[in-house]
């Protein structure tokens, strides 16, 4: 049998006398794929053919061994053994048909299982898991459900666990949510039973392979051309930034974008509870916040990072979100010389960001009088650049605003870009233009002055009212 082959280096010890296979379970000799449901979505024969071959598998292999071989060899040593089990038990499939089921078990033993063909596409923002049989996923700003599943809950479990252990986190009974990572740094959010009553819920929100730039947010209609130059110039002239929006709105992905036109003289240190961001500059330092261990001990929160961060010699700070007593610590930085820093947080216009501001900082336990708190912000905050998911699924920056002062207890802003739709067209998308406010000398214009750069600022809002 299989444990006898001296050229395959995933078998178990010779030693060891080898394990009969299992007598195969009785499966339909017709072609997997002939027997598809309507639809598109395997079978139940697919998956009983499917595991039987996987537990025959696991009877051969030493699965430990193959963690320690190079990707490609533990793919073609999984492959020969397979091919060869396929034969022994007489399964009828066609040449695509077992490719497939050869491709599955790969990834089920060495990648991330069913969610490997999803994960391998680009123009999908969002995965989402509830339980073993439901996955949907988030594609040109639709929801879609498709007919990928897991065997049961314990291998979307045991998917989980790979996952996050990773990033040397934890998710199990005792600690039932954890925020975690991909390798390409997508954000991954796991809450398992007895929380997750049907079974563990999984959520990635993906990023793109290749890093978006504004350019490409123009493309996408995000923004205007002369937009883009406005937010091109705040970055570049050390504005204190706030990016406000809904969840999925494109808050992270503009972050990056404005971090793009950071001069590479600069040294950046970056806040992130799950490490995201993906900054080009050469003088860089990620920090990530951590959990508690089992004797609920060693947590570091956002907060302690952000203090930490300004013993650091930063020149910007950048906070991936800002949702908690970290708040006043960022504010702090962003208003003691460490001009450019940038954050982003969950609010649905710039006015209702400040009020967040304050309700985070009064809520850290800071005994501070309202009028207080809100003069730290104006002395702080320069600019807060607002996007939104629009209901066709669109994405689009609808509010370039500033914060230029106090009236008694009132802060003032004004609005240097807005988003404004005209309509619909007639497959639903929705229709509308970037328009310019007016205002010709913002309140940064100085500071724009002192990087030579108030010029470029006065054609780009010129060309944004035209």
Same mark, same amino acid.
């Given at each position: 049998?299989?444990?006898?082959?001296?050229?395959?280096?995933?078998?178990?010890?010779?030693?060891?006398?080898?394990?009969?296979?299992?007598?195969?379970?009785?499966?339909?000799?017709? #072609?997997?794929?002939?027997?598809?449901?309507?639809?598109?979505? #395997?079978?139940?024969?697919?998956?009983?053919?499917?595991?039987?071959?996987?537990?025959?598998?696991?009877?051969?292999?030493?699965?430990?061994?193959?963690?320690?071989?190079?990707?490609?060899?533990?793919?073609?040593?999984?492959?020969?053994?397979?091919?060869?089990?396929?034969?022994?038990?007489?399964?009828?499939?066609?040449?695509?048909?077992?490719?497939?089921?050869?491709?599955?078990?790969?990834?089920?033993?060495?990648?991330?299982?069913?969610?490997?063909?999803?994960?391998?596409?680009?123009?999908?923002?969002?995965?989402?898991?509830?339980?073993?049989?439901?996955?949907?996923?988030?594609?040109?700003?639709?929801?879609?459900?498709?007919? *990928?599943?897991?065997?049961?809950?314990?291998?979307?479990?045991?998917?989980?666990?790979?996952?996050?252990?990773?990033?040397?986190?934890? *998710?199990?009974?005792?600690?039932?949510?954890?925020?975690?990572?991909?390798?390409?740094?997508?954000?991954?959010?796991?809450?398992?039973? #007895?929380?997750?009553?049907?079974?563990?819920?999984?959520?990635?929100?993906?990023?793109?392979?290749?890093?978006?730039?504004?350019?490409?947010?123009?493309?996408?209609?995000?923004?205007?051309?002369?937009?883009?130059?406005?937010?091109?110039?705040?970055?570049?002239?050390?504005?204190?930034?706030?990016?406000?929006?809904?969840?999925?709105?494109?808050?992270?992905?503009?972050?990056?974008?404005?971090?793009?036109?950071?001069?590479?003289?600069?040294?950046?240190?970056?806040?992130?509870?799950?490490?995201?961001?993906?900054?080009?500059?050469?003088? *860089?330092?990620?920090?990530?916040?951590?959990?508690?261990?089992?004797?609920?001990?060693?947590?570091?929160?956002?907060?302690?990072?952000?203090?930490?961060?300004?013993?650091?010699?930063?020149?910007?700070?950048?906070?991936?979100?800002?949702?908690?007593?970290?708040?006043?610590?960022?504010?702090?930085?962003?208003?003691?010389?460490?001009?450019?820093?940038?954050?982003?947080?969950?609010?649905?216009?710039?006015?209702?960001?400040?009020?967040?501001?304050?309700?985070?900082?009064?809520?850290?336990?800071?005994?501070?009088?309202?009028?207080?708190?809100?003069?730290?912000?104006?002395?702080?905050?320069?600019?807060?650049?607002?996007?939104?998911?629009?209901?066709?699924?669109?994405?689009?920056?609808?509010?370039?605003?500033?914060?230029?002062?106090?009236?008694?207890?009132?802060? *003032?802003?004004?609005?240097?870009?807005?988003?404004?739709?005209?309509?619909?067209?007639?497959?639903?998308?929705?229709?509308?233009?970037?328009?310019?406010?007016?205002?010709?000398?913002?309140?940064?214009?100085?500071?724009?002055?002192?990087?030579?750069?108030?010029?470029?600022?006065?054609?780009?809002?010129?060309?944004?009212?035209?």
């Amino acid at each position: 049998m299989f444990g006898k082959r001296s050229d395959i280096a995933a078998v178990k010890s010779p030693d060891a006398a080898p394990k009969p296979a299992p007598e195969p379970k009785k499966v339909d000799q017709a #072609p997997v794929a002939r027997a598809e449901k309507r639809g598109g979505e #395997p079978s139940e024969e697919y998956y009983e053919t499917k595991a039987t071959i996987f537990n025959a598998l696991f009877e051969t292999i030493d699965v430990s061994a193959l963690a320690g071989m190079q990707l490609d060899k533990a793919r073609a040593e999984i492959r020969t053994i397979v091919d060869e089990i396929i034969a022994i038990r007489n399964v009828r499939l066609s040449v695509a048909e077992q490719t497939q089921l050869i491709t599955e078990i790969c990834d089920d033993i060495l990648g991330y299982g069913p969610l490997e063909p999803l994960l391998a596409r680009d123009d999908i923002a969002d995965i989402m898991v509830n339980g073993a049989k439901h996955v949907f996923i988030e594609a040109n700003g639709k929801m879609l459900k498709t007919n *990928v599943r897991f065997r049961d809950n314990t291998q979307l479990m045991n998917i989980c666990q790979r996952i996050v252990s990773q990033v040397g986190r934890r *998710v199990d009974e005792a600690s039932p949510i954890c925020d975690a990572r991909l390798l390409d740094g997508s954000r991954v959010n796991v809450i398992a039973p #007895p929380l997750s009553i049907d079974g563990p819920s999984l959520t990635i929100r993906k990023f793109k392979k290749d890093k978006l730039t504004l350019a490409d947010l123009v493309g996408f209609q995000s923004i205007s051309p002369a937009g883009a130059k406005v937010l091109q110039i705040i970055g570049a002239c050390q504005c204190n930034i706030v990016i406000s929006g809904g969840t999925g709105s494109g808050k992270t992905t503009l972050l990056n974008c404005l971090t793009g036109f950071i001069h590479p003289d600069e040294r950046i240190i970056t806040c992130e509870d799950a490490a995201e961001l993906q900054l080009q500059q050469p003088h *860089v330092v990620r920090l990530e916040t951590r959990p508690p261990n089992l004797e609920g001990k060693g947590k570091v929160t956002m907060a302690d990072l952000v203090k930490n961060c300004l013993r650091m010699r930063p020149e910007r700070i950048i906070v991936g979100e800002v949702r908690g007593p970290e708040a006043f610590d960022l504010l702090q930085a962003m208003n003691t010389g460490h001009d450019g820093s940038m954050g982003t947080l969950h609010a649905n216009s710039p006015r209702e960001a400040l009020s967040r501001l304050e309700s985070m900082i009064t809520m850290g336990g800071f005994s501070l009088p309202a009028k207080t708190i809100r003069e730290m912000i104006v002395g702080s905050v320069d600019v807060i650049v607002q996007a939104a998911r629009l209901r066709d699924g669109s994405r689009r920056i609808t509010h370039i605003t500033e914060v230029i002062g106090m009236e008694g207890d009132v802060i *003032v802003t004004q609005d240097l870009l807005k988003y404004e739709m005209d309509g619909e067209d007639a497959d639903g998308n929705i229709v509308g233009k970037h328009r310019s406010t007016g205002i010709a000398r913002p309140a940064f214009w100085d500071r724009a002055r002192y990087f030579n750069l108030e010029k470029d600022l006065a054609m780009a809002l010129d060309e944004a009212g035209s």
